[in-house]
């Protein structure tokens, strides 16, 4: 977006860990409203049954103004990016440069504060201009079963 700061989300339609993800998001964008666009990709691998996206977390993240939500096809867009893991979120300025990449929860499925969250709210309301990169927490995007143990990445 060439007026406002657009914000890149990958998500596992399946993670369990998502659903702090996408309240945290919701939260940023309540507290950003207005400050930037989103958008969560939902990865779909292949081969998959037709109901794959059909979870509540994409209904959720759907329901959040300023939220598009996207089918990521065989993962085509999260490679593009380099996203590997599932809540990975990038933040690009209208400019297109990269000032946030990394994950928005302080630990696999947890909501509350982080720096993360911090980081990006910092970014939006001009008190910072450094580039962040913070750990995700996740589940891997291209596993059709999410596993809660030893999933993270940094």
Same mark, same amino acid.
């Given at each position: 977006?060439?007026?406002?700061?657009?914000?890149?989300?990958?998500? !596992?339609? !399946?993670?369990?860990?998502?659903?702090?993800?996408?309240? /945290?998001?919701?939260?940023?964008?309540?507290?950003?409203?207005?400050?930037?666009?989103?958008?969560?990709?939902?990865?779909?691998? %292949? &081969?998959?049954?037709?109901?794959?996206?059909?979870?509540?977390?994409?209904?959720?993240?759907?329901?959040?103004?300023?939220?598009?939500? !996207?089918?990521?096809?065989?993962?085509? /867009?999260?490679?593009?990016? !380099? %996203?590997?893991?599932?809540?990975?979120?990038?933040?690009?300025?209208?400019?297109?440069?990269?000032?946030?990449?990394? *994950?928005?929860?302080?630990?696999?499925?947890?909501?509350?504060?982080?720096? &993360?969250?911090? %980081?990006?709210?910092?970014?939006?309301?001009?008190?910072?201009?450094?580039?962040?990169?913070?750990?995700?927490? &996740?589940?891997?995007?291209?596993?059709?079963?999410?596993?809660?143990? *030893?999933?993270?990445?940094?």
């Amino acid at each position: 977006d060439a007026v406002q700061p657009t914000l890149v989300m990958f998500a !596992h339609p !399946h993670c369990p860990c998502m659903g702090a993800n996408i309240g /945290e998001l919701e939260l940023l964008m309540t507290r950003c409203q207005g400050k930037l666009n989103a958008q969560v990709w939902f990865i779909e691998p %292949a &081969g998959v049954p037709r109901d794959w996206l059909q979870t509540s977390l994409v209904k959720k993240a759907s329901a959040i103004p300023g939220v598009t939500v !996207h089918c990521d096809l065989g993962g085509k /867009e999260a490679q593009r990016f !380099h %996203a590997e893991t599932s809540g990975e979120a990038l933040l690009y300025n209208e400019d297109g440069n990269l000032l946030f990449q990394g *994950g928005i929860t302080l630990s696999r499925g947890h909501s509350g504060d982080n720096p &993360g969250r911090s %980081a990006l709210v910092n970014l939006l309301e001009h008190k910072t201009e450094t580039k962040i990169k913070t750990p995700v927490f &996740g589940c891997s995007l291209f596993e059709a079963v999410c596993h809660v143990e *030893g999933s993270s990445s940094q």
